[in-house]
């Protein structure tokens, strides 16, 4: 079974956990590394670059010439709408889905401060906060993004901890960001496979972890009817307890200035509605209005 990854330190960690557990369960694999447009082009934000799953686009034509079976990604990057032909099979246990702050010494943040990401969601939640801080962009891989934050005189830059966390790179001088809502699905990885592949898919079935499959299913259903293809600040987390599913999804502006955020519990088995009905009542209420602004803002 050939696995199909990003060539980052990142990815590759992915793709060997996933390989490791099919190993385990008797099954022969192989990784097969593939470099991605989204870490050929780092000179733009990735929001400026205009193209749905940059990370994952160049996977899915892999995937579909047959060059490999199955691909492995980080779920955060992955369009809402796979590729024809393309199939979810398991999410594996979900890591931290926070947000933290790699800062280069002490951040008085009641200052003037320079804080670097190139997400959307991270600098609009940021600047809803601190309105009087400057964002700069940030691109690159994880080890790049670090030797950049501290080789520059920001105050710190944004990341996910579970990337961090997953190649044994996070630094003593972070602050976790527990009041900033998370991307759908971050913390989260995710294995696709052929449509038409019974038996890649069988094998990867094996590793699904339900309950990481159902909150992420929550948040990226959220992120599918409220973002209607337009790339937006756009967050939100679901846990479950016991027997029920609880979901808080946030849409900002792009100035950060706006914010919009939604919380609602139902019964864990009625968790396909949840996503869907919080993005519409959020949509009914501005975030229609909102999403059309910064679609025109975007242009």
């Known amino acids: 079974m050939r696995i199909g990854t990003r060539d980052s330190s990142l990815?590759?960690?992915?793709?060997?956990?996933?390989?490791?557990?099919?190993?385990?369960?008797?099954?022969?694999?192989?990784?097969?590394?593939i470099k991605s447009q989204g870490d050929l082009t780092l000179d733009k934000p990735l929001y400026e670059l205009g193209i749905t799953g940059i990370f994952t686009k160049t996977l899915d034509i892999a995937m579909l010439n047959g060059t490999v079976d199955v691909a492995v990604h980080s779920m955060k990057d992955v369009p809402t709408a796979l590729?024809?032909?393309?199939?979810?099979?398991?999410?594996?246990?979900?890591?931290?889905?926070?947000?933290?702050?790699?800062?280069?010494?002490?951040?008085?943040?009641?200052?003037?401060?320079?804080?670097a990401t190139g997400s959307l969601r991270r600098k609009a939640q940021w600047l809803h906060r601190y309105p009087h801080h400057a964002i700069v962009g940030l691109r690159g891989n994880v080890n790049s993004r670090l030797q950049k934050t501290a080789?520059?005189?920001?105050?710190?830059?944004?990341?996910?901890k579970a990337g961090l966390e997953r190649i044994n790179v996070l630094p003593q001088n972070y602050i976790d960001l527990n009041w900033m809502t998370p991307a759908p699905a971050q913390g989260a990885m995710v294995v696709v496979a052929?449509?038409?592949?019974?038996?890649?898919?069988?094998?990867i079935s094996k590793l699904n972890h339900r309950e990481s499959e159902i909150c992420t299913y929550v948040e990226r259903?959220?992120?599918?009817?409220?973002?209607?293809?337009?790339?937006?600040?756009?967050?939100?987390?679901?846990?479950?307890?016991n027997d029920?599913?609880?979901?808080?999804?946030?849409?900002?502006?792009?100035?950060?200035?706006?914010?919009?955020e939604i919380e609602q519990s139902i019964p864990?088995?009625?968790?396909k509605t949840l996503g869907k009905k919080c993005a519409l009542k959020m949509?009914?209420?501005?975030?229609?209005k909102l999403m059309q602004q910064i679609k025109a803002e975007s242009k």
């Open 283 to 288: 949509l009914a209420n501005g975030g229609k």
């Open 11 to 33: 990815a590759l960690w992915q793709a060997n956990k996933v390989k490791v557990q099919l190993d385990e369960l008797g099954y022969e694999t192989e990784i097969v590394p």
């Open 244 to 260: 029920t599913i609880y979901l808080k999804g946030v849409l900002f502006s792009l100035d950060g200035v706006t914010k919009l």
């Open 151 to 160: 080789q520059s005189d920001w105050q710190g830059a944004i990341f996910a």
């Open 194 to 203: 052929m449509e038409n592949d019974v038996f890649c898919q069988e094998a």
């Open 83 to 115: 590729p024809n032909g393309i199939v979810q099979r398991a999410v594996l246990e979900r890591a931290s889905s926070l947000d933290i702050l790699v800062t280069n010494g002490s951040t008085q943040f009641d200052e003037p401060c320079t804080i």
């Open 221 to 241: 259903d959220f992120l599918r009817v409220l973002e209607g293809g337009c790339t937006a600040p756009i967050g939100a987390i679901s846990k479950i307890n």
């Open 268 to 271: 864990l088995v009625d968790y």
